[in-house]
């Protein structure tokens, strides 16, 4: 039997997840430090993109990754976020959509496990 890679990804996400959390609390939590630039992590999404793991065709409807009619779905990021004169680049309004991206991310990422396990009882059953 060959291993299930869905649970190792989505704990890795999880991983991830915790640990930028903790970031945006960081840079939240210094939001009046002088000085003090704002961190964050490389989107997990970005850090899939680096690895070797390629899609395939199995079925002739399948849609092509490489096509002709294939073209790119992410939106560029502006850097609309202002420093301070005290050099903080801190915006909590940035920060807490992060944060609530973060969240979204986590509610997702159990859903597709909780679905995944449902799907693997249910296989087992019969």
Known sequence: MNPIFLLNLASRQLQHLATRQAVISGNIANANTPGYRARDLTPFRDMLDKTTLT???T???HFEIDGPTARPA???QA????VVHSGNSVNLEEQLMKSG???RDQALNT??????DRMLALSVKA
């Open 55 to 57: 899609m395939a065709a």
């Open 59 to 61: 079925q002739a409807g």
């Open 74 to 76: 992410r939106p560029t």
């Open 79 to 82: 850097d609309g976020w202002d």
């Open 101 to 103: 991206e973060i969240s």
């Open 111 to 116: 859903g597709i496990v909780k679905a995944f």
